[in-house]
């Protein structure tokens, strides 16, 4: 039984051919980068990892 339901996510060769679409409609790399990093750190079913706070506690 796959993890994920396959209609929800995109296989790497489509998220390819999406990012040549929009870099043919004159979308930069950066600009399609950014709006990834967004897609990935916003979405509800995958919420953003707890910051884990690195202070060493005095003893």
Same mark, same amino acid.
């Given at each position: 039984?796959?993890?994920? &339901? =396959?209609? #929800?996510?995109? =296989?790497?060769?489509?998220?390819?051919? $999406? @990012?040549?679409? $929009?870099? #043919?409609?004159?979308?930069?790399? &950066?600009? %399609? %980068?950014? @709006? @990834? /990093?967004?897609? #990935? =750190?916003? &979405?509800?079913?995958?919420?953003?990892?707890?910051?884990?706070? /690195?202070?060493?506690? /005095?003893?």
């Amino acid at each position: 039984m796959p993890m994920y &339901d =396959t209609e #929800e996510y995109m =296989t790497g060769a489509e998220i390819v051919n $999406l @990012i040549e679409k $929009l870099e #043919e409609e004159g979308m930069s790399s &950066d600009k %399609i %980068i950014e @709006i @990834i /990093k967004y897609v #990935e =750190t916003n &979405d509800p079913r995958n919420p953003k990892p707890k910051k884990v706070n /690195k202070t060493k506690k /005095k003893q």
